[in-house]
């Protein structure tokens, strides 16, 4: 039996010595922290909690698929509790939004603000739907090992509906007016480290797994 060591004891650490063990492979996690979960961990001082990382759950697809292949769920080791409110947005003086849960609400929301925004919304997530789904199964779970990869029927013949020749806020600014709405979409590609205005309209994608993720928190853990 081969041996293995990984460094650090984050989802990718975690992920990857799951995998090796699976495969046979003798694996060793060194982490500096003294608790595993990497950016997920939580701090905890003088009656205190604090997140040490993400405060979104975002695309629960890839966390199912993780745990289903050792034959295990999600809900095996914790549950999710959906807040609602999902989260509070500040714009400026008191110009504040509390973003409510649920595509009904969200969709009023809209409307409430900019008349016809609610189904330009909807448009807006069932493309940003499409652009998820090919990219999960057609780019994001390919090997990496050649860029002939790339070469699939379904991307090419989705070509201009993956938006790769403009950017998130033009393609934004095209179906909503009020500039409180557009920042509020865009925001999810801040987590690329690139401004909206410099990013691939592609990566609106983004938007599928904020409209799962809006402000779902684990809410308990079980013991493996």
């Known amino acids: 039996m081969k041996n293995v060591g990984v460094i650090g004891a984050g989802f990718a650490g975690l992920s990857a010595a799951t995998a090796l063990a699976k495969a046979g492979y003798s694996v060793t996690v060194w982490e500096k ?26 695309m629960p697809d890839v966390f199912e698929d993780y745990f289903a292949r050792f034959n295990r769920r999600r809900s ?23 973003i409510p849960a649920g595509e009904d609400a969200l969709r009023e929301f809209f409307e409430s603000k900019e008349k016809g925004s609610g189904q330009q919304l909807d448009h807006f997530l069932r493309e940003g739907k499409i652009k998820y789904e090919i990219s999960m199964q057609d780019l994001v779970y390919t090997p990496g090992l050649s860029i002939l990869e790339l070469v699939r029927w379904k991307v090419i013949k989705n070509l201009f509906r993956l938006s790769l020749f403009e950017s998130v806020s033009s393609y934004v600014k095209k179906l909503f007016k009020d500039p409180r709405l557009v920042q509020l979409l865009e925001f999810p ?17 983004m938007t599928q797994t904020w409209r799962w993720g809006l402000g779902i928190r684990p809410a308990a853990c079980t013991k493996s």
Request: charge should be negative.
């Open 33 to 58: 922290n003294d608790s595993a979960g990497g950016r997920a961990r939580k701090f905890e001082s003088n009656g205190f909690v604090f997140d040490m990382g993400p405060s979104w759950y975002w």
């Open 76 to 98: 095996d080791f914790y549950a999710l509790e959906r807040l609602d409110p999902s989260y509070r947005v500040f714009f400026s003086g008191k110009d504040v939004w509390d």
């Open 189 to 205: 590609v801040l987590f690329l480290g690139a401004p909206a205005q410099r990013t691939p309209a592609l990566y609106t994608l």
